[in-house]
T-cell receptor
């Protein structure tokens, strides 16, 4: 069964802290994505990666960076967390070889910055 | 850039009734995918239905069907025989046909099914 795992479901961090959100997929997918979800705004793309060590900016990359050292793992990094980064973060993965290019999602990470 | 618009922030429907959620999109692409995702209170995103733009036939999955109007750039979701478990956020999403592209989402419609 398809699995995208986000290591932390709930985090509380202080302003200025460096925060790592980890995502692992077990489907050997080439593509991985980080979205942010806020009420009334839907899901907005932060970064995505279509290969190891490759990354592309999404719609709202400011204040974030990413790392993809291995195919199965895609990390989202908040270099200096701020209160306006309090949100739910969703990781996803896909492969061009999958029928319909279906994207699979993790369960989400709720981040509160205080 | 592609955009997806869901004009109904909230909707409600009586159990066993039919409801239609609206979605329009804007693109200059000719080949693409359209999706409806469901997000229940657990927050897990669940694929409801997928439509490939080059297919004229509307996709159907059990009680869920779409009305895909390519010329009008419209992609509505019809839920028949609504059940309490259908209560969720529903997101319409667009993806270019190329294999390495992300989903572009609408802002969502919160659907409540009332007993």
């Amino acid at each position: 069964d398809v699995k995208v795992t986000q290591s932390s479901r709930y985090l509380v961090k202080r302003t200025g802290e460096k925060v790592f959100l980890e995502c692992v997929q077990d489907m050997d997918h080439e593509n991985m994505f980080w979205y942010r979800q806020d009420p009334g705004l839907g899901l907005r793309l932060i970064y995505f990666s279509y290969d190891v060590k490759m990354k592309e900016k999404g719609d709202i990359p400011e204040g974030y960076s990413v790392s993809r050292e291995k195919k199965e793992r895609f990390s989202l990094i908040l270099e200096s967390a701020s209160t306006n980064q309090t949100s739910m973060y969703l990781c996803a993965s896909s492969s061009p070889s999958t029928v319909g290019n279906t994207i699979y999602f993790g369960e989400g990470s709720w981040l509160t910055v205080v | 850039a592609q955009t997806v618009t869901q004009s109904q922030p909230e909707m409600s429907v009586q159990e066993a009734e039919t409801v239609t959620l609206s979605c329009t999109y804007d693109t200059s692409e000719n080949n693409y995918y359209l999706f409806w995702y469901k997000q229940p209170p657990s927050r897990q995103m669940i694929l409801v239905i997928r439509q490939e733009a080059y297919k004229q036939q509307n996709a159907t999955e059990n009680r869920f069907s779409v009305n895909f109007q390519k010329a009008a750039k419209s992609f509505s979701l019809k839920i028949s025989d609504s059940q309490l478990g259908d209560t969720a956020m529903y997101f319409c999403a667009f993806m270019r046909y190329s294999g390495n592209t992300p989903l572009v989402f609408g802002k969502g419609t919160r659907l409540s099914v009332i007993a």
